[in-house]
């Protein structure tokens, strides 16, 4: 053995505790991670270096990239901000939309009017319907859009509203939306006139990751039509049977369609993205006059993402939770919780607030699935009321309180939602559409089954051991 060796040992073995000391440090070092996350980093890179390093530069940070962070930054900086609608909800709701304007600086704005539409098929049709109405421009933007009869009815009616001089642009999520983005229907839309944009795209894997996390995705769904209709809501554009994963379907969604103020402000959230992947500039659309709108409803858009905080949905969770003195109802596919919302919602039910929660009986991901139930007897023995809905994948996100406010949108209440997605919701006030969108989930609970203390106290301790084990992991996404 030469002296050389031990010397070159010695040097690489510097350079890999250097390096363990330099992803401890930067773990402990990143802003808004809870402890708890800082934590469960470290021990995995104290346990195994090489793994939980090599994870970390995957997936340790929320980083969409430093030249996209550094163009969508200036963009929103520069936008002008929606026009103020007057308009305010009751007293004991104001602080509640305070918290929502603390994000993206939307106000809450009366004069709107909204529509919950039926189900899939009638929020398609009447999307399709309005596209073909069409005098100015179309701006859509979706998470999933699938070449099935739904998606490919959206397809053509944006190919024909191109054609009678209609600017139509169009982004879609470049891991959700892979297979339409790379299927002679995208190809098609381009030749007829159709602006066209990959959100967050990923070209090269490995290569990607070194300038940012690839697993961040725009999760929004968002339209608007003549800057005077806007939609908002859980629905991807696809059928209800959901041909990507046909043994779940069908998937059940909810969707708004607006007319109002709120339509700026969705603009202002479309423009953000747009504009912020280098696609042309429609500023001017932000603060054009509003049509004459009269309608009842106090709404808010909320969007959130890698550009604002990223407690900034749990937060509005929180609020909305919070802001309940009789009745809460919440619905989400997908509950991953941070700690506070978690505390917030048993917090709810020990106050004697009637709270019930709807999930799916059958998820698409079995990690969320097992997760999720790791939550299940503390909720229970709150008091809060678990059911499961048996009639498809619940696939809804909506909170409504006390028979006044609610929420709905893109958002689940998981951790990917509240750190690695670009959500969009609307708050909103008005007792009648609220009573609207009660009824709804009275349909979804009427197809549910209650989940009982006895019966979590009935799985076995296996199962117990691998839900909480599964959620345990979740500081670490």
């Not at 020990?350 to 909720?379: C, K, M």
């Not at 690695?420 to 197809?447: C, G, H, K, M, S």
Request: aromatic share 8%; with cysteine.
């Amino acid at each position: 053995m030469t002296v050389e060796t031990p010397l070159l040992a010695y040097l690489l073995a510097a350079v890999y505790l250097a390096l363990q000391v330099f992803f401890i440090a930067r773990a402990l070092l990143r802003p808004y991670r809870q402890p708890v996350s800082r934590l469960a980093w470290v021990m995995v890179m104290l346990i195994a270096p090489v793994v939980g390093m090599a994870a970390y530069v995957l997936v340790g940070e929320t980083n969409i990239g430093r030249t996209r962070s550094e163009r969508k930054r200036r963009v929103i900086e520069e936008l002008p901000r929606p026009p103020r609608h007057e308009g305010n909800p009751p007293e004991r709701y104001v602080p509640l939309f305070r918290a929502g304007m603390s994000i993206n600086g939307y106000p809450s704005s009366g004069g709107n009017r909204a529509e919950l539409l039926a189900d899939s098929d009638a929020t398609i049709a009447r999307m399709v319907e309005d596209i073909d109405a069409a005098t100015a421009n179309v701006h859509v933007l979706f998470y999933i859009w699938l070449a099935d009869d739904n998606g490919l009815r959206v397809v053509e009616a944006l190919k024909r509203a191109a054609a009678r001089g209609v600017t139509c642009r169009v982004m879609a999520d470049d891991f959700g939306s892979r297979a339409m983005i790379r299927s002679e229907h995208w190809k098609a839309m381009a030749n007829a006139g159709v602006m066209l944009a990959r959100a967050l795209p990923v070209s090269n894997p490995p290569i990607s990751a070194l300038w940012g996390r690839i697993d961040m995705r725009n999760h929004r769904k968002i339209v608007v039509i003549d800057n005077a209709i806007t939609y908002c809501g859980s629905q991807n554009c696809a059928d209800a049977a959901f041909a990507v994963k046909p043994k779940f379907a069908p998937w059940v969604d909810i969707m708004t369609r607006w007319e109002g103020p709120v339509v700026r402000q969705n603009q202002h959230l479309f423009a953000t993205d747009w504009m912020g992947h280098g696609c042309d500039d429609i500023s001017a659309l932000i603060d054009a006059p509003l049509p004459p709108t009269h309608g009842p409803v106090v709404a808010q858009v909320i969007g959130t993402g890698a550009m604002v905080r990223p407690s900034a949905m749990p937060e509005i969770f929180d609020s909305v939770i919070n802001a309940a003195r009789n009745e809460l109802i919440v619905t989400t596919p997908y509950y991953v919780p941070d700690e506070t919302i978690q505390a917030a919602l048993c917090a709810c039910a020990y106050r004697g607030v009637e709270t019930t929660f709807i999930v799916p009986q059958r998820n698409d991901s079995w990690i969320v699935s097992a997760a999720s139930h790791s939550y299940y007897e503390e909720l229970l023995d709150a008091g809060v009321r678990i059911y499961e809905y048996v009639g498809g994948l619940l696939h809804s996100k909506t909170m409504t309180v006390d028979g006044d406010i609610s929420l709905i949108g893109s958002a689940n209440i998981d951790r990917r939602s509240f750190e690695l997605n670009f959500e969009n919701n609307i708050l909103l006030y008005d007792p009648d559409l609220t009573a609207e969108i009660r009824a709804r989930q009275q349909v979804y609970l009427a197809a549910s089954v209650p989940v009982t203390a006895p019966d979590v106290a009935r799985w076995p301790r296996r199962r117990r051991l691998w839900n909480n084990t599964i959620a345990m992991l979740g500081p670490v996404l």
